[in-house]
Structures are given as C-alpha cells and as structure tokens.
C-alpha cells in the first residue's frame, strides 16, 4: 500500500461518514451507526495496509499521526453519539476529521520504512495509538465546549456530556503517559526528563486535572469553565505539534528525531 492510494480510501471513508452524521441528524440510527462504523472500517484498512507495507505502525510523522487522529474522531464521536445520542457530534467529528484528511491529501509526506533505534521499543505504538484516542476526546470535548460558550447557554445534560469526554480523555492521557514513561525509560534509560515535549505534556495533562477540579468545586461557574477547556486544548496542540517550533526543542529535545 502507498501513500498514493490514500485518497481512494478517504473519500469512500469521509462520504460514509457524512451519510452517518445524516443518519444521525434525522434519527435513523441504523443509517449512523452502520455508515460510521464501515467508513472507519474503509480507513482502518488503509491503516492497516500501510502498516504491513510499511513494515513499522504508521506513527512516526505528523502525516502519520494525523491518520490516527482522523481515525479516531469519527469514533469518538459515535461513541458520544451511542451515549448520549447527541445528533450534531458525528457531523462535528467528521468535519474535524476531514481537516485532517485534507492537510493529509493536499500536503503528502514521504514514509520510510526504517525507524530510529528509540522508536522500535514495543512501548512507541501503544503510547501514540493512546493519545491519539485520547486527543479525539478531548477535540470532541474542545468542541462541544466552543459550541456552548457561542450559544452562551447550556444544559445540564450537555455539560454532563463535556464533563465525561473530559473524564475519559484524561484518563487515556494518563495511560498514554505512564506508555511514554516505560518507552523513555527503554530508549533513553529514565523514565522522565523535562524535556520540552514532556514538559508540555505535563502542562496539558495539570491543565484537563485543573478544569475537572473546578468543576467539582465550582459546579454552577460554567462558562470559566468552558474557557478553561478551550485553553487547554490549545495546551494541547502546542504539545502535540507546536513544540516543534520552538526554539527550545530545535537540536535539544530527545523528541525530535532524524535518521
């Protein structure tokens, strides 16, 4: 499989899910579901083939990461969907996602099937296939939180919902954490470093623990809250990519890798 067949898979992938989100949006479950989960089918295949081609799991590059990420969003979002049978989310979930596919399509990377000694520890793909779950939840919570603060109005039953992806979103970034720390500790001998990469994952993980904290102490202050939340996905995206263009990670961050 080559990264020249990628958008035979997405738009089969992308249109399925558009048919879900509809599906979703008039209250045929059976159209959301079913479209949802053979789209993610589609693009898991091509996740897949491209792990086998590749011989390594496609998590090195950001184009890579960011196919997990597209993966993951539609999931996410029929997950809140089966919970919570919120209509819009699969809709938001699969525009996010096709952001993604489009950077993806429009600006193509090169993959190597080789990978340095410090990403061949069998920790490096459970730790990115977490986060990048963990990073759809918290997208999906980013958004719903946008939505409120817009609407400037919310109910119980939606701050629930943002509350538990929230929840769950921090507990795979803990996991997410605790893989990284087993992975350093093999490829670099400690488990943490402050490392800038490390360091901002730090910030983003006390920044999600901050806004949960506010919410079991200050349960009627929403909209602080919600502002919180935007904050800290913006933590968040320096974490994941921003960091690369800081002056302190160029040449000093054990993150930043080269052949």
């Known amino acids: 499989m080559s990264?020249?067949?990628?958008?035979?898979?997405?738009?089969?992938?992308?249109?399925?899910?558009?048919?879900g989100a509809y599906g979703a949006w008039r209250d045929k479950s059976r159209w959301a579901y079913g479209a949802t989960v053979v789209g993610l089918g589609v693009f898991f295949y091509y996740i897949a083939s491209m792990w086998v081609?590749?011989?390594?799991?496609?998590?090195?590059?950001?184009?890579?990461?960011?196919?997990w990420y597209s993966f993951f969003l539609p999931l996410a979002g029929l997950i809140v969907y089966s919970r919570w049978r919120y209509k819009w989310i699969l809709s938001f979930s699969t525009l996010l996602a096709?952001?993604?596919?489009?950077?993806?399509?429009f600006k193509p990377e090169i993959h190597s099937k080789t990978l340095m000694p410090a990403l061949q520890s069998p920790w490096f793909a459970p730790h990115v296939i977490v986060y990048m779950f963990c990073y759809?939840?918290?997208?999906?919570?980013?958004?719903?939180?946008?939505y409120l603060i817009i609407r400037q109005k919310a109910s119980e039953q939606e701050v629930d919902i943002t509350d538990n992806l929230v929840y769950v979103g921090l507990a795979f970034m803990t996991f997410g954490m605790l893989f990284g720390a087993l992975w350093a500790k093999e490829a670099w001998g400690h488990y943490w470093s402050w490392d800038p990469k490390e360091t901002w994952a730090a910030i983003t993980w006390l920044s999600y623990l901050?806004?949960?904290?506010?919410?079991?102490?200050?349960?009627?202050?929403?909209?602080?809250?919600?502002?919180?939340?935007?904050?800290?996905?913006?933590?968040?995206?320096?974490?994941?990519?921003?960091?690369?263009?800081?002056?302190?990670?160029?040449?000093s961050s054990v993150h930043t890798y080269s052949m």
């Open 3 to 19: 990264w020249d067949s990628f958008i035979y898979f997405a738009i089969p992938a992308v249109l399925l899910w558009l048919v």
């Open 53 to 67: 081609s590749l011989e390594r799991p496609p998590l090195r590059t950001m184009g890579e990461t960011r196919l």
């Open 98 to 105: 096709v952001v993604f596919i489009c950077v993806n399509l």
């Open 136 to 146: 759809a939840l918290l997208g999906a919570a980013a958004v719903m939180a946008l």
């Open 210 to 251: 901050v806004y949960i904290h506010y919410r079991l102490h200050r349960p009627q202050r929403i909209r602080p809250a919600l502002w919180m939340l935007i904050v800290s996905f913006v933590l968040l995206q320096m974490c994941w990519w921003g960091i690369n263009y800081l002056p302190s990670a160029q040449g």
